[in-house]
């Protein structure tokens, strides 16, 4: 649909074009009046000319240009070019005749010197032309600069969302799996009807509290998920009672660390998960450290066989989130020797 607007942005281009062309105008009347008193011949050849120059020009920067030389159609440019050429040529012979013929009445004297000169004609052309397509070039660069920036911001925008959508896949994905452990411990302590329920109840608050208003977030500091992995690990307490032996040490962590909700809690749970009780105990050793942005976390429990992420949250998943939340700023070293699965996390948080 025709808009106001579009009919007043061509006018505007047409009454640029006009401009430009009178400009054109007075350079040729200046250029070919050179030594000649003659006003109205200069005026008249001029006039003789800008038609030939309008429509070479017009020829380059609405056909050549667009449809063979930016799209690399080099062979095509160069014919065609040289036909445009050859015809323009032609023209400017005629006018040099039209000045000797018409303007003149076959005197030569009477002509203006540089009008007598073909090379000079010529050039006077082909400068008009080749100044406008040199715009018309750096036109269509930045067009295309323009358009190449616009879809590399579509492209970086579809990768966010993208991502954005992973993690949240990832996220969905590891809290049934925790509510359910929890939950399950809950019932367990509801059916002894345990003097410990009231306070697994607080901790389970709190956890369901992280989870809803702080999970989602894309960062939250260390200290708070320090505090939500102690929650559960004391409601892990509750559950294995006497048969749980468990360390969680943390050294120099300061309150201007920020992690990615919920990256350590996952082995931590598979600790419990797949741990193996031996000798009447499940044996877990967490350690956590810092140094300036660098996180350095480990973590180890008893284990009677190599054991993986098969169920739940998974390797994978937890490789996925470090992935695209620490691509090239972690490492993360997995192993199962000894009787003991070992879980090595090095973190750096600085970017």
Not at 156 to 182: C, D, R, V, W
């Amino acid at each position: 649909m025709l808009t106001k607007h579009f009919f007043l942005k061509k006018i505007g281009q047409l009454l640029l074009h006009i401009i430009f062309w009178c400009g054109v105008l007075l350079f040729y009347t200046y250029f070919f009046g050179f030594d000649s008193i003659d006003f109205s011949y200069v005026l008249s050849f001029s006039l003789f000319l800008m038609p030939i120059t309008i429509a070479t020009t017009y020829v380059f920067i609405y056909k050549l240009i667009p449809s063979y030389l930016i799209k690399k159609r080099y062979f095509q440019f160069g014919l065609y070019s040289l036909y445009t050429i050859i015809i323009s040529s032609y023209l400017i012979v005629i006018s040099v005749f039209y000045g000797l013929i018409y303007l003149s009445h076959f005197k030569y004297a009477n002509m203006a010197p540089i009008s007598r000169n073909l090379f000079f004609v010529a050039t006077a052309v082909y400068l008009v032309v080749i100044v406008v397509s040199g715009f018309k070039l750096l036109k269509l660069n930045l067009k295309q600069v323009e358009q190449t920036n616009k879809l590399e911001n579509k492209v970086l925008e579809t990768q966010l969302k993208l991502k954005e959508q992973q993690l949240n896949y990832l996220k969905m994905q590891i809290h049934p799996h925790f509510l359910f452990n929890t939950l399950n411990t809950m019932y367990g302590f509801a059916l002894k009807k345990a003097d410990e329920a009231p306070e697994m109840i607080l901790k389970l608050s709190n956890l369901l509290d992280y989870l809803l208003y702080k999970v989602d977030k894309p960062f939250v500091l260390l200290t708070d998920d320090i505090d939500h992995i102690k929650d559960y690990i004391e409601l892990e307490k509750m559950r294995f009672n006497e048969t749980l032996d468990i360390t969680f040490l943390t050294r120099n962590i300061t309150k201007d660390i920020k992690v990615a909700p919920m990256l350590l809690l996952p082995f931590i749970e598979n600790s419990f998960k797949h741990g193996a009780i031996k000798n009447g105990l499940l044996t877990i050793r967490i350690n956590l450290n810092c140094k300036g942005k660098t996180i350095n976390f480990s973590i180890e429990n008893t284990s009677k066989q190599p054991e993986t992420f098969d169920n739940g949250i998974g390797l994978e998943n937890i490789q996925k989130r470090l992935d695209l939340l620490y691509k090239d700023n972690y490492e993360l070293h997995i192993s199962n020797k000894n009787d003991f699965f070992r879980v090595h996390l090095l973190l750096n948080t600085a970017e």
